[in-house]
């Protein structure tokens, strides 16, 4: 005789479908309230703009002093403004409802375009941290190899280690070989 599971039960499948159900209508909710949110706030300061022009502060400037005063960041205020002057009425957004204040910013607000800006000191400086710190994890894999020779199990981990930390060191030089590329400066082979 089969003994019945509680998850053969009709009770629980009809709780679960429930659930299931419930956790699909307030995520669904919880993403339009954030739409409609970013809306109004866009709405309100546009209501604003008289204002703003007499007392000639103008573009991020009206962003960066409201994002500091709100305690978010002066893009987020940017576009809640975009997308209220080029969507004044919700109703006419493509996909009606089911849509994402993401979804909005990437498809609708920039095109994917707009990601952040990383300064060229800045993307240098991290890749470097990222070789010394891949060099440093290298020889601590390698010594941990060397060590462990005789242990298979921890020689092969070790191994694999080592393997994946110079593919990882590999993958670094490429980006590095691609951005001097970019800038017309000759892409030389960096040895880790």
């Not at 307030?26 to 739409?35: C, D, I, Q």
């Not at 209501?47 to 002093?65: D, L, P």
């Not at 576009?79 to 849509?99: C, R, S, V």
């Amino acid at each position: 005789m089969k003994e019945n599971t509680i998850t053969e039960s009709f009770w629980y499948n009809q709780l679960i479908e429930d659930c299931r159900d419930l956790i699909t209508e307030v995520e669904f909710t919880s993403r339009w309230t954030l739409v409609e949110g970013y809306h109004s706030l866009g709405s309100r300061i546009l209501q604003e703009n008289e204002n703003f022009e007499r007392a000639k502060i103008y573009g991020q400037g009206i962003c960066n002093a409201i994002a500091e005063s709100l305690g978010k960041r002066p893009r987020t205020i940017y576009y809640a403004i975009q997308f209220a002057k080029e969507y004044p009425d919700l109703n006419l957004l493509p996909e009606g409802k089911n849509t994402s204040w993401h979804h909005i910013i990437n498809k609708y607000l920039t095109n994917g375009k707009d990601k952040a800006i990383i300064k060229k000191a800045d993307l240098y400086r991290m890749i470097k941290e990222i070789k010394e710190l891949l060099e440093y994890e290298w020889q601590d894999a390698h010594q941990e190899l060397m060590q462990n020779d005789t242990l298979k199990h921890i020689y092969e981990r070790s191994k694999s280690k080592c393997e994946f930390i110079r593919y990882l060191q590999d993958q670094v030089n490429k980006i590095t070989e691609g951005l001097k590329e970019r800038q017309g400066l000759p892409a030389k082979k960096e040895v880790m």
